[in-house]
């Protein structure tokens, strides 16, 4: 079965620097890659994906994350962050052999930039 | 276009009693799946539901058990509550034919079980 694991449980950041959350997800023939961000009070909305091609991924918000297959990872990068980007970080594996359903979620990392 | 909508948003209940939580999907999707979210934790798969029927299942009890209607709706229904079953609720809703597992969640109803 697929699990994911997000390494750190909190990261601070000071404003307007760099930011990297990391993810590894359990080895598979294929896989298809997400990371979801969860404000206070919120369901979650996608930031990015990965189903396959390019190994460099953009998303919104100004974040980007590198799918690493022989590493079986998935980190999130940020060259600068804001106030804004405080929030819950969730790093989520589903397995395209089954139609891409039950998709397995990490534990996530808590992002809190400070000014 | 109205996204995912969930109700209620909040919900009290005593161990031993029942509860159904409520989803609507977004306009246009056809799935529905269920997860639980514990404090301090990431959400943990429940079920889908897809033409009706449920497609996939978590480790989750029989006490977990659910509803999709025609109208691409779903219910949550948990009988027996535990306070271990306290938690936020999440809906999300998906398109078969769309993007893989492109999941948009509601705002979910955080349960309390007293």
């Known amino acids: 079965a697929q699990s994911v694991t997000q390494l750190d449980s909190q990261v601070p950041v000071f404003e307007e620097a760099p930011v990297e959350l990391r993810c590894n997800y359990s080895?598979?023939?294929?896989?298809?890659l997400f990371w979801y961000v969860q404000y206070p009070n919120q369901g979650l909305q996608l930031l990015l994906k990965?189903?396959?091609?390019?190994?460099l991924v953009k998303g919104i918000n100004g974040f980007e994350a590198e799918f690493n297959k022989s590493q079986t990872s998935f980190h999130l990068r940020k060259p600068s962050v804001h106030i804004s980007d405080t929030a819950e970080y969730f790093c989520?594996?589903?397995?395209?052999?089954?139609?891409?359903?039950?998709?397995?979620f990490g534990a996530g990392t808590r992002l809190f930039v400070k000014a | 276009d109205a996204g995912v909508t969930q109700s209620p948003t909040h919900l009290i209940k005593t161990r031993g009693q029942q509860v159904t939580l409520r989803c609507s999907p977004k306009?246009?999707?056809?799935?529905v799946s269920w997860y639980q979210q514990a404090l301090g934790q990431g959400p943990q798969f429940i079920f889908q539901?897809?033409?009706?029927?449920?497609?996939q299942r978590g480790n989750f009890p029989d006490r977990f058990s659910g509803h999709q209607f025609p109208n691409y709706s779903s219910e949550l229904n948990v009988n027996a509550l535990l306070l271990g079953d306290s938690a936020l609720y999440l809906c999300?809703?998906?398109?078969?034919?769309?993007?893989?597992?492109?999941?948009?969640f509601g705002s979910g109803t955080q349960l309390s079980v007293l």
């Open positions: 989520a594996v589903s397995d395209p052999n089954t139609g891409g359903f039950k998709t397995i």
């Open positions: 539901y897809y033409e009706e029927e449920e497609r």
């Open positions: 080895s598979s023939v294929s896989v298809y």
């Open positions: 306009s246009g999707h056809d799935t």
């Open positions: 990965y189903l396959s091609g390019s190994t």
């Open positions: 999300a809703s998906s398109f078969i034919g769309g993007t893989p597992e492109e999941l948009f």
